[in-house]
């Protein structure tokens, strides 16, 4: 099946520090998603790419989708305390079914102030 | 827009019982709804697809009599964890997908399941 590695598992910085985190697919994607989640809460959706070699933005948040179709990248530039949470990334592969979604293991993300 | 709504946030059932998780997407039609299980510190493992009007569609290893699902509108699916134990808690996700839409979900708070 699908394999989509995601990394680093956590992450401790400092405020103001800009952070990256990657995904990996043994296959191509059609379609990345990146999801935030809080304790206790269901993810958010913070950015979606839709073709190879998209980069957007939204806020402090970049995401890009690889060229090759098999990777994705999001940063974040100059985090703030509330930039907590676990990140995840998520892809759906051609002629997948219902829109199914892969998701990543998921970036813990620690935010010293 | 795109808010999915899950009820309940949380609940406490006893050994034996039943339970019913609603997911309601409140301002769009979603033909294809998504129940995850989410154990601590894990990623979302999906339990099944839901398609308005008919059957849902279970991932491997998922009973599907002890997890039904039932998508009767476009904007109503259930999923009902039935004779519950202890094994069973854990924090249950929805996501729905609008009609027409790309391929982004979007998620509904989840319910946190404890069975005692």
């Known amino acids: 099946g699908q394999q989509l590695n995601q990394s680093p598992q956590s992450m401790f910085i400092q405020e103001g520090e800009d952070v990256s985190m990657n995904c990996t697919s043994s296959?191509?994607?059609?379609?990345w998603l990146w999801y935030k989640q809080d304790p206790g809460e269901g993810p958010v959706l913070l950015i979606a790419l839709y073709k190879a070699g998209e980069l957007t933005s939204n806020g402090r948040l970049t995401a890009q989708f690889g060229i090759t179709r098999k990777d994705s990248f999001l940063n974040i530039s100059a985090s703030i305390p509330s930039d907590v949470g676990i990140y995840f990334c998520?892809?759906?592969?051609?002629?997948?079914?219902?829109?199914?979604?892969?998701f990543g293991k998921g970036t813990l993300l620690t935010v010293n102030p | 827009g795109a808010v999915v709504s899950q009820h309940p946030s949380w609940v406490i059932c006893k050994s034996g019982t039943s339970v019913k998780i609603e997911c309601r997407s409140l301002d769009f039609q979603a033909t294809t709804m998504f129940w995850y299980r989410q154990f601590p510190k894990q990623s979302l493992m999906l339990m099944a697809t839901s398609n308005e009007g008919s059957k849902a569609t279970y991932e491997q290893g998922v009973e599907k009599d002890k997890f039904l699902i039932n998508h009767a509108s476009l904007t109503l699916s259930t999923l009902t964890v039935t004779s519950a134990h202890p094994e069973d808690s854990s924090f249950y996700i929805c996501?729905?997908?609008?009609?027409?839409?790309?391929?982004?979900?979007?998620f509904g708070q989840g319910t946190r399941l404890t069975v005692v």
């Open positions: 998520a892809g759906q592969s051609p002629g997948g079914s219902n829109y199914k979604l892969t």
């Open positions: 996501s729905a997908r609008a009609q027409g839409g790309n391929t982004e979900a979007f």
């Open positions: 296959s191509i994607f059609n379609t």
